[in-house]
């Protein structure tokens, strides 16, 4: 397990992400040839659906993990996928002007502290008549029910036991930022966006199994277990995941469901 992103693991268990964003993707209505860019393409399997949908456009993915980048181009090389790219990228600092038709970003954005740079330079890379649509964690503002899943939940209530909160000590302050649909509502109008849509959409992820269940948590939440011992992080998550099975137990075959929910957001330039 490692203190950092472990694309293998990512790959392999990102299957709740892929589902969501494949659902975003159907909802862009691409016409094929647009230039896209996606915003911490991470692995890169979602980068490669949206480079099988325009095949008279192209698509690159970025990243700030120097190790997802290396993965996605030796799993999508451009041999084999000529419409797209990866290079290393980081969002609060991208180098574009008005390239770009479509700019996605998945499961990514609430990773960085300042989403109204990051938002600046998505508005500065896209071409006039541009769009952008991303799904991201969130919360709600009345409630402070966070999008996730009852597995967050879980989690949150692991992270508060006596024998692992020690670790989790001002945690917040170091994570990443997580706003609610009207703060994100705000952010994109202050940096000259119309947004068209900002809602939660819902999915019942179905993990085959506990490995698989405990994989995904893995894969996904270094930021939590890095906080934790290394020899210590197996018996975090598994006490995670067996907290979820109490409340939400296998289903006769074994498989898990989550409910999860994010939001996503669709948006142009504003007209000046
Ligand atoms: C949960 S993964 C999502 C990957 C992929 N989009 C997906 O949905 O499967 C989050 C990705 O965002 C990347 N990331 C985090 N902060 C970033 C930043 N400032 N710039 C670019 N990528 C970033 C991480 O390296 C990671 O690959």
Redesign the pocket.
């Known amino acids: 397990m490692t203190d950092t992103?472990d694309p293998e693991d990512y790959h392999k268990h990102?299957y709740p992400?892929?589902t969501f964003?494949l659902g975003l993707i159907g909802r862009l209505g691409l016409d094929g040839d647009e230039r896209i860019l996606d915003?911490?393409?991470?692995?890169g399997k979602?980068t490669a659906q949206l480079a099988a949908r325009v095949s008279n456009g192209f698509v690159l993915g970025?990243?700030?993990?120097g190790e997802?980048i290396a993965f996605a181009k030796n799993m999508f090389p451009r041999s084999a996928y000529p419409n797209l790219s990866f290079r290393y990228?980081?969002?609060?600092n991208l180098p574009f002007s008005q390239e770009f038709d479509v700019i996605v970003a998945?499961?990514?954005l609430h990773?960085?502290a300042d989403l109204a740079t990051v938002l600046q330079g998505i508005k500065s890379s896209l071409a006039p008549g541009g769009r952008f649509a991303a799904q991201l964690m969130a919360k709600r503002f009345t409630t402070q029910e966070r999008s996730g899943s009852p597995l967050h939940q879980a989690r949150r209530e692991i992270m508060a036991r006596p024998a692992w909160r020690p670790y989790f000590r001002g945690f917040k302050k170091q994570g990443s930022v997580v706003y609610s649909a009207d703060e994100y509502e705000r952010l994109l109008r202050d940096a000259g966006f119309s947004p068209y849509r900002v809602e939660f959409v819902a999915e019942d992820v179905t993990h085959p199994g506990i490995d698989e269940l405990k994989g995904f948590a893995r894969a996904?939440w270094h930021r939590y277990t890095s906080r934790v011992p290394a020899e210590s992080r197996d018996a975090f998550l598994d006490e995670v995941v067996q907290r979820f099975i109490e409340q939400y137990p296998p289903d006769r075959s074994g498989q898990i469901h989550v409910h999860m929910k994010i939001l996503e957001v669709e948006a142009t330039v504003s007209d000046d």
Do not use: N
Request: hydrophobic share 40%; aromatic share 16%; with cysteine.
């Open positions: 992103w990102s992400q892929y964003a915003i911490g393409c991470g692995d979602i970025i990243d700030s993990s997802m990228g980081d969002a609060v998945f499961a990514s990773w960085t996904t």
